[in-house]
């Protein structure tokens, strides 16, 4: 086997994925399959660093009497649940870990230094990023797309539940079409929700790949780093 297509990645996982068909909280089962696929990514040698979504326990636009900045706050407490639940899985399966934090909760998690994480990397831990930014108003695709400019990484994998970016909802529209690539100016002009606007406006400016494909197989995440065409590239 060749060498890896990329050294160093950044891999974006939605709570969603982790509630599997519970449609909420942790799948153990999925838990497992997905840190045994991140583990097999780094055991080729590649750089691994995860940022997980949190919607599996909370999402704060849902909660319409709610103070925006709470709601976001524990979203990000949301993101630092999966974080954990991850980190103990992969420690389980045999990798080294270490999760960095966006807000400051030493007695779990490091605090988010750049340097730290590159460090990390280098090293061959696998690094998982919590609490997005660290700031309310902000998604998790924009604190994966802030991280994977910040850590210079090959390309930002973005994990969904579709194939690819279409022109249209496939779910809601079998006509939908799938792009192999499009860059990221038609990503803003055409509203092709791969990413929220503002995430996808930071990788725009930072020249950051994006990879979106679907996540309902994990293998596809090993089968990207060794150069198999799947999903969508945006560059």
Excluded at 31 to 38: E, V, Y
Excluded at 133 to 149: E, H, V, Y
Aim: net charge neutral.
């Amino acid at each position: 086997m060749g060498a890896p297509k990329y050294k160093r990645v950044l891999l974006k996982i939605s709570g969603e994925a982790l509630a599997g068909d519970k449609k909420q909280g942790i799948d153990d089962r999925i838990l497992h399959q997905i840190s045994g696929t991140i583990k097999e990514v780094s055991d080729l040698g590649v750089e691994v660093a995860v940022v997980v979504g949190g919607g599996n326990f909370w999402r704060g636009r849902t909660s319409e009497n709610m103070d925006r900045v709470t709601g976001d706050h524990m979203g990000m407490l949301a993101t630092m649940m999966n974080a954990l639940a991850l980190s103990d899985a992969l420690e389980q399966a045999g990798t080294v870990t270490r999760v960095l934090s966006a807000i400051e909760i030493r007695q779990m998690a490091e605090p988010y230094i750049r340097k730290r994480a590159i460090r990390h990397l280098e090293k061959g831990r696998i690094v998982i990023f919590a609490c997005g930014t660290g700031n309310p108003f902000f998604s998790t695709d924009t604190g994966a797309a802030l991280r994977a400019a910040e850590i210079e990484a090959d390309v930002f994998l973005k994990a969904t539940m579709v194939d690819g970016v279409y022109d249209k909802d496939p779910n809601k529209y079998p006509d939908a079409i799938r792009y192999e690539t499009v860059s990221h100016d038609e990503v803003l002009r055409m509203d092709l929700k791969v990413m929220d606007a503002t995430a996808a406006a930071l990788c725009r400016d930072n020249k950051t790949k994006i990879l979106v494909f679907s996540m309902k197989d994990p293998e596809n995440v090993i089968r990207i780093v060794k150069g198999d065409t799947i999903g969508t590239l945006v560059e």
